[in-house]
């Protein structure tokens, strides 16, 4: 089984509506971060969460919130979806020790008509 | 702020050729620096990373990358390219202290020529 796992792998949705987007892991790590990938320009991190109690805005918040259900949850939610929120979403945890690489999930890939 | 640059969108070479994927970072005290790896339809995954225990990492799949202090560079390469190793590679720079947050380079597909 996978490490990280991202559900749905694939949405389309409509302008306007609220859609949330899952991560789970199995890894065991404090911290857990989501990315949106867009051609040219990397990936770029949304919010990154070190516990449960613990969540930070990354570089490009607006538009989005989060939620950590528990250390192996973190989901993302788009409250009202726009077109340019169209992109391929990851999930990513790490063990927060200095160094440490980041495991990623599959990604969601999301469309906003 | 820290930022990552990847000299070259796309790269072609042919099978069993060079392969070299440029990476800088612009950072006045080196960073922890990765490779990553993503396949068509996947996630990234960990190629290699330097931690400053040594400047010459190897990681997986024959790749390797140098870290050179004095070029801020840290350069993937790997001496003979396969069909297999055509992907988007990442390059990406970790803070050592505070936060560690981590940047992105915009990537690089390589493709390799039969």
């Known amino acids: 089984d996978a490490d990280v796992t991202q559900t749905p792998r694939n949405r389309i949705t409509k302008t306007g509506k609220r859609i949330m987007l899952e991560c789970s892991q199995t890894?065991?790590?404090?911290?857990m971060y989501w990315y949106r990938q867009d051609p040219g320009l990397g990936l770029r991190l949304i919010y990154y969460s070190f516990d449960v109690k613990d969540i930070n805005k990354g570089e490009i918040s607006d538009g989005y919130s989060v939620s950590r259900q528990a250390q192996a949850k973190f989901s993302l939610s788009l409250e009202s979806a726009i077109p340019n929120q169209t992109a391929l979403y990851f999930c990513?945890?790490?063990?927060?020790?200095?160094?440490?690489?980041?495991?990623f999930g599959p990604g969601t890939r999301l469309l906003v008509l | 702020a820290q930022s990552v640059t990847q000299l070259g969108s796309h790269v072609s070479v042919s099978e069993g050729a060079l392969v070299l994927l440029r990476c800088n970072y612009s950072?006045?005290?080196?960073?922890?620096l990765f490779w990553y790896v993503q396949y068509p339809n996947q996630g990234l995954q960990l190629l290699l990373k330097y931690t400053s225990a040594a400047t010459l990492v190897k990681g997986i799949n024959g790749f390797e990358a140098e870290f050179k202090k004095s070029e801020t560079s840290f350069h993937l390469t790997k001496p003979s390219a396969h069909m297999s190793d055509a992907a988007e590679y990442f390059c990406a720079a970790m803070n050592s202290g505070g936060y560690q947050k981590v940047t992105f380079g915009i990537g690089t597909k390589l493709q390799v020529i039969p």
């Open positions: 990513a945890t790490s063990d927060g020790a200095g160094g440490r690489a980041q495991y």
């Open positions: 890894k065991g790590h404090d911290r």
């Open positions: 950072s006045s005290v080196p960073p922890y």
